[in-house]
């Protein structure tokens, strides 16, 4: 089955604990990226990655970083958290020759920090 | 900047009745999509509908489709015979095309419109 799938689905920490959101889509896909929803701001791109060993910053790339090692996988790593980092996440994949095709979303990842 | 605005935070329908749910959005750019994305209460992000901006032929896609107005920049989605499982937050996105390959491959998103359809 194609999809996209995030790990773990929710999660709750305490500032300052570094902690990684895997990402993982099976469709060979070239581009990925990272977005977070908050209420009343609709989802707001934190990093993308056009292909393996390139990524980009979005619109709300402060407190995050990412890697793109691999085709399949695009970990998000949140090296310090803090408070203003609760929110839920998702991943997403597309072919980069079609933008007509749809972003595939995986899940989400409700986080939570203290 | 380009920005997408969902003038409407909630609104309610009757099951069976149409609804429209409206989305203006600013660009510079002649070329680029637009979405409109489902999310149920399950948060799982659905693709509803695509328009491709160079196509004046709005899209339809069973109960759904759009009015896609390009010169006043505004692309609303029509709901007839709404249906209890549209309930539902609906996002209207845009993405520009020519920079999907250049630094920036931005899928932007308005704020949403949350939809209760009411039996």
């Known amino acids: 089955e194609a999809q996209v799938t995030q790990n773990p689905r929710y999660l709750i920490t305490v500032t300052g604990k570094k902690l990684t959101v895997t990402c993982s889509q099976n469709?060979?896909?070239?581009?990925m990226s990272w977005y977070r929803q908050d209420p009343g701001l609709g989802l707001r791109q934190i990093y993308y990655s056009m292909n393996v060993e390139v990524t980009d910053k979005g619109d709300v790339p402060e407190g995050y970083k990412v890697s793109r090692k691999e085709k399949r996988n695009f970990p998000l790593i949140l090296e310090s958290p803090s408070p203003n980092q609760t929110s839920l996440y998702f991943c997403?994949?597309?072919?980069?020759?079609?933008?007509?095709?749809?972003?595939?979303f995986g899940p989400g990842t409700r986080l939570t920090v203290l | 900047a380009q920005t997408v605005t969902q003038s409407q935070p909630e609104m309610s329908v009757q099951e069976a009745e149409t609804v429209t749910l409206s989305c203006t959005y600013d660009?510079?750019?002649?070329?680029?999509?637009l979405f409109w994305y489902k999310q149920p209460p399950s948060r799982q992000m659905i693709l509803v509908i695509r328009q491709e901006a160079y196509k004046q032929q709005n899209a339809t896609e069973n109960r759904f489709s759009v009015n896609f107005q390009k010169a006043a920049k505004s692309f609303s989605l029509k709901i007839s015979d709404s249906q209890l499982g549209d309930t539902a937050m609906y996002f209207c996105a845009f993405i520009p095309t020519m920079n999907y390959g250049g630094s920036q491959g931005n899928l932007i998103f308005g704020k949403g419109t949350k939809l209760s359809v009411k039996p």
């Open positions: 660009t510079s750019e002649s070329n680029y999509y």
């Open positions: 469709m060979n896909h070239e581009y």
């Open positions: 997403a994949s597309t072919p980069s020759s079609g933008l007509r095709n749809e972003q595939f």
